[in-house]
């Protein structure tokens, strides 16, 4: 006679088998996807690219009287790309940018309602990238049209990518990747339009150099020069000239601990446009480990020297919203320039698949005599496989002697093909 199984182990069981199922018809589901979007052609692939993603921003400030409204926006962005299969080592890649606004309590960064606080994120449709690359000659890709650049850390040349519309060139850029050569990377190339992560195109003439040079398992020395001059009279004071020089990487101590540094030097000055002559350093320097792969501390220091008005270290094509808080009081150098002292926490959880970050920013000028503000941010990331992944963040910004008391808080939930 068949044995009786109690009710509440059938239940679970139960439970079991069908989020099994479900599990299994989502894993599914998702591979079916993947299958459907990658093609071949010739033996070489082809992808359609789909990258939904839904946004919910508060930021909430105070300067007093005339205080702006909270600002809260509920947007979606979707990127839809088709990139081809490589023919002769010729590939092509076009993509539209698309941001819905659902909820427009909130000033764009164009103006649209300044009794707002701002979110730099306007209702627009364009075309994101149009490019044709060539990569027919030994370890070299040429691409040209309108494209992604993202050099190291984002500092000089960035595409924004924190923003709903991110920043793409229209461009010429030569990747030169001969792992033969002691690991040597050369990027070259020239921008002449920039197409800002608010819609709008500035036009500029930039030269463009980044080589990076792999020093075994130490870490990568990379030398730099970027020549910006914008040629719209609104957009002089941001032409410049930088070069610099920077050294990162990390060192395996033992089978726990790995060792983490970065030093940067970087050298600013006027440059064709530029409405007055000047001369500016920037000091980047951080220390860190990594322990059982999981847990990171870093402290690090940065510093953007000043002089004054036009006469400060910027960096206007740079990915600025991940560099002196998240809060973004800073994302233009204040005239006495500033140092931002700080320190970072992160765990990475569940096989990778959360992640924690914790920063505390101390900001004062670039002698360290003018008390600006300090910072507390806050993020976690829980990923779902390759595709799915869901965001919280949190920033606070303290003044003190410059800018305003500032709040931000951003829900973030992506699709990504």
């Avoid at 027919?136 to 960035?158: A, C, E, M």
């Avoid at 002196?324 to 140092?339: E, H, K, Y």
Wanted: proline share 3%; net charge negative.
């Amino acid at each position: 006679m068949p044995q009786k199984i109690p009710f509440g182990c059938a239940s679970a069981t139960l439970l079991a088998l069908s989020a099994a199922s479900t599990t299994a018809s989502a894993v599914s589901l998702t591979q079916s996807i993947e299958d459907a979007l990658n093609f071949y052609h010739y033996g070489h692939n082809g992808a359609v690219k789909f990258d939904l993603n839904y946004r919910y921003e508060n930021v909430d400030q105070d300067k007093g009287p005339g205080n702006p409204k909270t600002a809260n926006a509920n947007t979606m962005r979707l990127r839809l790309g088709l990139l081809s299969p490589v023919f002769h080592g010729l590939q092509g890649y076009v993509e539209y940018e698309g941001n819905y606004v659902l909820q427009s309590d909130y000033n764009n960064g164009l103006g649209n309602k300044p009794e707002f606080s701002t979110v730099a994120d306007p209702d627009v449709n364009e075309l994101n990238q149009l490019w044709i690359s060539y990569s027919g000659i030994p370890d070299t890709v040429i691409k040209g049209g309108r494209q992604r650049i993202k050099l190291d850390d984002d500092r000089f040349i960035g595409n924004v990518g924190w923003r709903q519309l991110e920043t793409t060139f229209d461009s010429v850029l030569i990747t030169h990747n001969n792992q033969t050569l002691y690991g040597l990377t050369v990027n070259a190339g020239y921008i002449g339009n920039v197409n800002t992560f608010t819609g709008t195109t500035e036009n500029i003439n930039a030269p463009i150099l980044n080589i990076s040079y792999k020093a075994g398992d130490y870490g990568n020395l990379i030398g730099y020069g970027y020549w910006l001059d914008y040629t719209e009279s609104e957009n002089y004071a941001k032409s410049n000239q930088t070069y610099g020089l920077r050294f990162d990487g990390k060192t395996k101590v033992n089978d726990k601990l790995t060792a983490l540094y970065t030093a940067e030097w970087s050298f600013q000055k006027d440059y064709q446009h530029s409405p007055t002559d000047y001369e500016a350093d920037r000091f980047n320097l951080m220390g860190g480990f990594t322990a059982f792969n999981m847990i990171t501390v870093q402290g690090a220091m940065e510093q953007l020297n000043g002089f004054g008005a036009n006469k400060r270290f910027i960096t206007p094509l740079g990915t600025n919203h991940a560099f002196q808080g998240w809060a973004d009081q800073f994302l233009v150098t204040p005239n006495d320039g500033i140092r931002d002292v700080f320190g970072t926490l992160s765990a990475s959880l569940d096989n990778g698949s959360l992640m924690l970050t914790g920063v505390f920013h101390d900001f004062s000028d670039d002698t360290g005599q003018i008390h600006y503000g300090k910072e507390w941010d806050f993020l976690a990331v829980k990923k779902f496989g390759k595709h799915y992944s869901l965001l919280a963040k949190y920033a606070y910004y303290d003044a003190d002697q410059v800018a305003t008391d500032t709040q931000k808080i951003w829900v973030q939930m992506n699709v990504n093909f």
